[in-house]
Protein backbone atom coordinates (compact mmCIF):
# COMPACT_ATOMS: atom_id res chain seq x y z
CA UNK A 1 0.00 0.00 0.00
CA UNK A 2 1.24 3.77 -0.35
CA UNK A 3 3.12 4.85 2.58
CA UNK A 4 4.36 8.27 3.12
CA UNK A 5 6.91 9.01 6.26
CA UNK A 6 7.87 12.55 7.40
CA UNK A 7 10.73 13.07 9.51
CA UNK A 8 13.00 15.52 10.61
CA UNK A 9 10.58 17.34 12.97
CA UNK A 10 12.64 19.27 15.88
CA UNK A 11 12.52 21.60 18.17
CA UNK A 12 14.24 25.24 17.23
CA UNK A 13 14.56 28.85 18.22
CA UNK A 14 13.40 31.54 16.44
CA UNK A 15 15.74 32.21 13.63
CA UNK A 16 16.96 28.53 13.14
CA UNK A 17 16.74 26.14 10.14
CA UNK A 18 15.24 22.29 10.28
CA UNK A 19 14.99 20.49 7.04
CA UNK A 20 12.01 17.69 6.68
CA UNK A 21 11.88 14.79 4.89
CA UNK A 22 9.34 12.79 3.58
CA UNK A 23 9.61 9.24 1.69
CA UNK A 24 7.41 7.62 -0.22
CA UNK A 25 6.60 4.05 -0.56
CA UNK A 26 3.94 1.91 -2.89
CA UNK A 27 3.39 4.21 -5.58
CA UNK A 28 5.05 5.76 -8.69
CA UNK A 29 6.72 8.43 -7.14
CA UNK A 30 7.95 10.70 -10.21
CA UNK A 31 3.84 10.72 -11.50
CA UNK A 32 3.34 12.58 -8.47
CA UNK A 33 3.22 16.27 -7.71
CA UNK A 34 4.19 16.83 -4.10
CA UNK A 35 2.70 18.85 -1.24
CA UNK A 36 3.66 20.01 1.85
CA UNK A 37 0.88 21.56 4.39
CA UNK A 38 0.87 22.13 7.67
CA UNK A 39 -1.79 22.12 10.86
CA UNK A 40 -1.01 24.77 13.77
CA UNK A 41 -3.28 24.17 17.00
CA UNK A 42 -6.75 25.06 16.70
CA UNK A 43 -6.20 25.86 13.02
CA UNK A 44 -7.16 24.40 10.04
CA UNK A 45 -4.59 22.31 7.61
CA UNK A 46 -3.19 24.90 5.15
CA UNK A 47 -0.66 24.60 2.15
CA UNK A 48 2.91 25.58 2.45
CA UNK A 49 4.37 24.29 -0.93
CA UNK A 50 4.30 22.17 -3.80
CA UNK A 51 6.16 20.72 -6.54
CA UNK A 52 5.55 18.91 -9.60
CA UNK A 53 5.74 15.61 -10.70
CA UNK A 54 9.53 16.78 -13.06
CA UNK A 55 10.45 19.53 -10.32
CA UNK A 56 10.41 22.22 -12.36
CA UNK A 57 7.49 24.03 -10.84
CA UNK A 58 6.90 25.13 -7.57
CA UNK A 59 4.74 27.35 -5.59
CA UNK A 60 4.70 28.83 -2.04
CA UNK A 61 2.35 30.56 0.51
CA UNK A 62 2.77 33.75 1.22
CA UNK A 63 3.61 33.07 4.51
CA UNK A 64 7.12 31.18 3.74
CA UNK A 65 8.18 32.50 0.44
CA UNK A 66 12.00 33.52 0.48
CA UNK A 67 12.32 31.54 4.02
CA UNK A 68 11.26 27.74 2.64
CA UNK A 69 12.83 25.42 -0.20
CA UNK A 70 10.74 22.01 -1.71
CA UNK A 71 12.80 19.78 -3.30
CA UNK A 72 12.46 16.19 -5.11
CA UNK A 73 14.68 13.48 -5.40
CA UNK A 74 12.74 10.66 -7.91
CA UNK A 75 15.30 8.63 -7.32
CA UNK A 76 14.82 7.81 -3.76
CA UNK A 77 11.47 9.07 -4.17
CA UNK A 78 11.78 11.82 -1.07
CA UNK A 79 10.34 15.57 -1.61
CA UNK A 80 12.27 17.04 1.21
CA UNK A 81 11.21 20.69 2.99
CA UNK A 82 14.25 23.02 4.19
CA UNK A 83 12.99 25.71 6.50
CA UNK A 84 15.03 28.56 7.11
CA UNK A 85 14.65 31.75 9.20
CA UNK A 86 12.38 29.89 11.59
CA UNK A 87 9.36 32.04 13.13
CA UNK A 88 7.26 30.84 15.99
CA UNK A 89 4.28 31.26 13.68
CA UNK A 90 5.42 28.04 11.80
CA UNK A 91 5.08 25.77 14.81
CA UNK A 92 2.63 23.17 13.33
CA UNK A 93 2.53 19.43 12.55
CA UNK A 94 3.53 19.28 8.47
CA UNK A 95 2.72 17.02 6.20
CA UNK A 96 3.46 15.71 3.15
CA UNK A 97 0.90 14.92 0.22
CA UNK A 98 0.79 13.30 -2.64
CA UNK A 99 -1.22 13.97 -5.64
CA UNK A 100 -2.12 12.99 -9.17
CA UNK A 101 -5.18 13.31 -11.35
CA UNK A 102 -5.49 9.91 -13.49
CA UNK A 103 -8.57 9.35 -15.99
CA UNK A 104 -10.34 11.92 -14.48
CA UNK A 105 -9.58 10.88 -11.08
CA UNK A 106 -7.75 12.79 -8.57
CA UNK A 107 -5.52 10.57 -6.04
CA UNK A 108 -4.18 11.81 -2.82
CA UNK A 109 -2.26 10.51 -0.40
CA UNK A 110 -0.97 11.95 3.41
CA UNK A 111 1.95 11.30 5.44
CA UNK A 112 1.31 11.10 9.29
CA UNK A 113 3.14 14.50 10.10
CA UNK A 114 5.79 15.46 11.52
CA UNK A 115 5.77 18.05 14.56
CA UNK A 116 8.21 21.86 14.40
CA UNK A 117 8.06 23.71 17.13
CA UNK A 118 9.95 26.96 16.98
CA UNK A 119 10.32 29.31 20.56
CA UNK A 120 12.69 30.48 22.78
Known amino acids: QVQLVESGGDWVQPGGSLRLSCVAS????????MYWYRQAPGKEREFVAT????????SYADSVKGRFTISRDNVRNTVSLQMNRLKPGDTAVYYC?????????????WGQGTQVTVSS
Open 51 to 58: LNRLGGST
Open 26 to 33: GLTFSNYD
Open 97 to 109: KAGLWSAGKRFEY
